[in-house]
Nanobody, 124 residues
Framework: QVQLVESGGRLVQAGDSLRLSCIAS????????MGWFRQAPGKERVFVAS????????YVADSVKGRFTISRDNAKNTVYLEMNSLKFEDTANYYC?????????????????WGQGTRVTVSS
C-alpha cells in the first residue's frame, strides 16, 4: 500500500521561504511522476507543480512560477517543494500525490495516491 507523508508546513511571514517534503513508501518511487497540489480555505484543491520520474521534466502553475520549485531525490524516496517569496494567498493545505505513471501530470485524476497534507500559513 502506498503511503505519502508530507512535512514542513508552518506559519511564516510574507516574503519568507519554506521547503515542503513528501516521503513515499510502498511503491518503487523512481518509477512515478509526483505532484504537489494545494487547497486554500473554502476553495477547491488545485495543481501547484509536478515532476517526472527522473526529475528532468517539471511543470509549475502560473500562479507560483518563478517562486516555487519542485525537485526529487529518488535515493530518499522524497519529493520537495521549495517555496520562495511567499504571499498571503499561498496559505493552504499542501498535498503531494503519486502519478499513475512516470510523466508530468497536471490533472488530479492522473494521480492515484495522496498524502494527508501539510498546512502552510502565510501572515501578511
Amino acid at each position: 500500500q502506498v503511503q505519502l507523508v508530507e512535512s514542513g508546513g508552518r506559519l511564516v511571514q510574507a516574503g519568507d521561504s519554506l521547503r515542503l517534503s513528501c516521503i513515499a513508501s510502498g511503491r518503487t518511487f523512481s518509477n512515478y511522476g509526483m505532484g504537489w497540489f494545494r487547497q486554500a480555505p473554502g476553495k477547491e484543491r488545485v495543481f501547484v507543480a509536478s515532476i517526472n520520474w527522473n526529475g528532468d521534466s517539471t511543470y509549475v502553475a502560473d500562479s507560483v512560477k518563478g517562486r516555487f520549485t519542485i525537485s526529487r531525490d529518488n535515493a530518499k524516496n522524497t519529493v520537495y517543494l521549495e517555496m520562495n517569496s511567499l504571499k498571503f494567498e499561498d496559505t493552504a493545505n499542501y498535498y503531494c500525490a503519486l502519478g499513475v505513471g512516470g510523466g508530468t501530470y497536471r490533472l488530479q485524476g492522473l494521480y492515484d495516491a495522496w498524502g494527508q497534507g501539510t498546512r502552510v500559513t502565510v501572515s501578511s
